[in-house]
Every structure is written in C-alpha cells, then in structure tokens.
C-alpha cells in the first residue's frame, strides 16, 4: 500500500464539495443524534406526565444557587427541591445545614448523577433524591421549598402550593418568578435572579384581591338593580 495513502485520501476529501446529498446526510445525522438524546437521557420518566407540564433540565448558575441560599439565611428545617436536576440546590442545602434536604426528580440519569454528585463530595448518606412526580408530592409538611421550572407551569404550581403549604413556609424561585405572587425579597439580576415568597403573606394577600374583586361584584349588581 501506498505510504501516503491517508494523506492523500484526506486531501481529496477537503478538495470534495458535500454537495446536497452530503448536507442532508449531516443533518439527518445530527438531527437522530438529538432525538436519541432526548429519548435515551433527557425523556425518560416523563411518558406519564402531560406535554405542558414538561419542563426541561437546565442546571442553576452557580451565582443563581448563591441567591436562593441568600434568600433561604435564617431558615430551619427541612428543604425541598421540586425537580431537582443534578442535585446542586439539594446539596447546596444541605451544606448549608438544612435537614432532611430532598430533591424530587423525575428523570432517573438525573437522579443517579445527584447521586454520585453527593456521594463525591461525602454527603451521599446525608442527602436524598426520590424519584417522583413533582405535582404528586405532598408538600403540607415542607417548610422550606425551592423550585427553578418552566414559567409555563408556574401558575398551576401557585395553586399547589397554596393549597398545601403551612403558612410558615418559604418558597424561593430562581430565574423565573411566580406570576401572581407577591415576593418578600428579590436577590441578583438577570438569569440569576431569585425571588422568596412567604407563603402567609400570599394568602393574605389573595383574601385581599378576593374581597375587592366582591365588593367590585356587589357594587356593580347594586347600580344594575338601581337602574
Ligand atoms: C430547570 S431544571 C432545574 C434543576 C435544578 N432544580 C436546578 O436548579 O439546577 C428543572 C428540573 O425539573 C425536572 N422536572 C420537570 N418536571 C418534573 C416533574 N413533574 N416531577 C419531577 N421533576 C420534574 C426536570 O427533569 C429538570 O431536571
């Protein structure tokens, strides 16, 4: 065999335009590449849950994990992280001395690599990841919650957390905030913003829009009775 055989090889391979055919190769390749991704890594666990309520994983910057531990100072207790990723808030938490600290996470490679990340850093016996459906989690008992998911499914999370949390509870959002909440403290800017909501402040708050939202009701059937 010629030496330069591979030289020569490479060399015509540079000169060679792709051409149509070679592009759509390419794409089709990369674009099996990402479903295989999605499906294998990404997906699993989620089969159960409705398309909307789907909410990726995208890890908290570092800086975005420094402002919900602000948020949380002078907290007690146990923390819950709902759809907890890889495991740093839970980790982070529990370094910071909150017990028990528990991630709920659907994806099971997400909860192996919370795992390992633990078990690293010698916390494994000291923190928990289960493996479960954030909205069938019963939360009456959590003092202290952290959530970083979809602005999309925020609303219906308002809901769940009002219904079930005590009153003393402090729930701490990062990136994106509840909409309808009013915060008690706002720590950072940009993507790594993260806001606290005490949750009797929101209920007192909620009574309050209720009552004007009635008393708008009753004034406007006391003018259509009156005319
Ligand atoms: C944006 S990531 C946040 C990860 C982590 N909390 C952090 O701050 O780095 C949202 C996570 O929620 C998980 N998740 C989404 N829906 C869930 C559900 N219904 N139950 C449990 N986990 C869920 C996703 O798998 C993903 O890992």
Known sequence: MDDNAPEEAFAALKSEHLGVWGVAQIAAGTGLA????WVGILQPGFRKVPLKLQVPYIP??????DNVMTLLRGRKGGLVDLGSGDGRIVLEAHRK???????????PWLIR????????AGHHEKVSYRREDLWKV??????????????SVLSLLQQKLQAELPDDALVVAGRFPFPDWKPCRIEGHGVDRAWA???QTQRQHIFKKNDTLKDSISELTREKEST
């Open 197 to 199: 909501y005490n949750m």
């Open 113 to 120: 690599l919370s795992r390992f990340h633990a078990w690293r």
């Open 138 to 151: 019963d939360l009456t008992e959590c003092k202290n919650i952290t959530v970083f998911l979809a602005p």
């Open 60 to 65: 908290a910057s570092k800086a975005q994990v």
């Open 34 to 37: 990402v479903y295989a991704m």
């Open 97 to 107: 001395g909150f017990t028990p600290a528990v991630g709920y996470e659907l994806n």
